[in-house]
């Protein structure tokens, strides 16, 4: 990892991003949020800025967040992903999908946290682990 993490957030809801943004401006790791509204957006954001994590929502319009992890996993698999959801039901589809971690919007912001940290300090071999 770079040693200014890159951060791409990817939710339809404004307040979502806001939030996660909000969270992250708590996170004492130097790093760099950019932000993207569906699966379509978080593609071409990925390919501009190869960001080191993308949080990933599911449930948007456009393209789905399991589709575009799929689509990111496959092209730039260096790049982190972490699904984060309301749905704990997606959590083996995201997996299979490629994501690094899964974790419900429902659980502590410091769990969220906690991840984005270890996949930060983390080779691709202990990622693969984490799983």
């Known amino acids: 990892m ?9 939710d339809d809801q404004p307040r979502a991003r806001q939030s996660l943004r909000a969270l992250l401006s708590t996170w004492p790791v130097p790093h760099r949020v950019m ?14 800025h190869v960001p080191d994590v993308v949080v990933m929502d599911v449930c948007m ?23 984060l959801t309301l749905y704990g039901e997606y959590e083996v589809e995201a997996m299979a999908a490629g994501a ?4 419900g919007k429902g659980e502590p912001p410091a769990r969220l946290l906690s991840i984005l940290s270890a996949i930060a300090n983390s080779s691709p071999q202990e990622s693969q682990q984490a799983r």
Do not use: Y
């Open 61 to 83: 319009p456009e393209m789905d967040g399991l589709q575009a992890t799929r689509i990111t996993k496959a092209r730039w698999p260096q790049v982190k992903v972490v699904v």
């Open 35 to 48: 932000e993207a509204v569906d699966g379509r957006e978080a593609i071409a954001s990925v390919q501009k």
């Open 100 to 103: 690094d971690a899964f974790v």
């Open 2 to 10: 770079a040693e200014t993490v890159q951060i791409l957030i990817v």
